[in-house]
T-cell receptor, first 117, second 115 residues
Framework: AAGVIQSPRHLIKEKRETATLKCYPIPRHDTVYWYQQGPGQDPQFLISFYEKMQSDKGSIPDRFSAQQFSDYHSELNMSSLELGDSALYFC????????????????FGPGTRLTVL | GDSVTQMEGPVTLSEEAFLTINCTYTATGYPSLFWYVQYPGEGLQLLLKATKADDKGSNKGFEATYRKETTSFHLEKGSVQVSDSAVYFCALILLYGGATNKLIFGTGTLLAVQP
């Protein structure tokens, strides 16, 4: 079965550089979530999109932005990178449709490991 | 705020030993509860879930019961295998009427099973 695809799997950047992470959800999934997992920490919710609109926002720095495109893939853009941005970035997808009174399982991708030097 | 607390690891067990990983939660509403597993180098996989009090989630020999009175969702397995070695995350979701459900995770517990 198709899974969530993330690219690149590994990324090394210098401080103050920019990075773009991509996420391709499972076919027919219309909701995408981004999580950040620092070394030895739990995943923290950053932002989510439903039908190309931002649906929720967590602890995402102002230096980061994201969007969901017409084909439902999503990109996380990170600027002015800092050492503390080094983490594993997970994308998850769910759907189709809104989760109202029931939970739509979130399927996670393998993550992108970002290292900022 | 809403949060999940789980026991610190690592938990080191011998094969066929009994496993318990404790998880408690604090939530402003009525959460759904989950256990996720993360194998080395891989993403998070849903292991089991429970959506209301006294529900028991189970999968691959793992079980957890939603205890509202103690706000707990402890993970158990009667006989662990080396292949169960992974990091286990307890998580919750508060379901709203809106479009999204963000997961709130605990800090994770590393399980190492020795042959």
């Amino acid at each position: 079965a198709a899974g969530v695809i993330q690219s690149p799997r590994h990324l090394i950047k210098e401080k103050r550089e920019t990075a773009t992470l991509k996420c391709y959800p499972i076919p027919r999934h219309d909701t995408v979530y981004w999580y950040q997992q620092g070394p030895g920490q739990d995943p923290q919710f950053l932002i989510s999109f439903y039908e190309k609109m931002q649906s929720d926002k967590g602890s995402i720095p102002d230096r980061f932005s994201a969007q969901q495109f017409s084909d439902y893939h999503s990109e996380l853009n990170m600027s002015s990178l800092e050492l503390g941005d080094s983490a594993l970035y997970f994308c998850a997808s769910s759907g189709p449709g809104l989760a109202t009174s029931s939970y739509n399982e979130q399927f996670f991708g393998p993550g992108t490991r970002l290292t900022v030097l | 705020g809403d949060s999940v607390t789980q026991m610190e690891g690592p938990v080191t067990l011998s094969e066929e030993a009994f496993l318990t990983i404790n998880c408690t939660y604090t939530a402003t509403g009525y959460p759904s509860l989950f256990w996720y597993v993360q194998y080395p180098g891989e993403g998070l996989q849903l292991l089991l879930k429970a959506t209301k009090a006294d529900d028991k989630g189970s999968n691959k020999g793992f079980e957890a019961t939603y205890r509202k009175e103690t706000t707990s969702f402890h993970l158990e397995k009667g006989s662990v295998q080396v292949s169960d070695s992974a990091v286990y995350f307890c998580a919750l979701i508060l379901l709203y009427g809106g479009a999204t459900n963000k997961l709130i995770f605990g800090t994770g517990t590393l399980l190492a099973v020795q042959p």
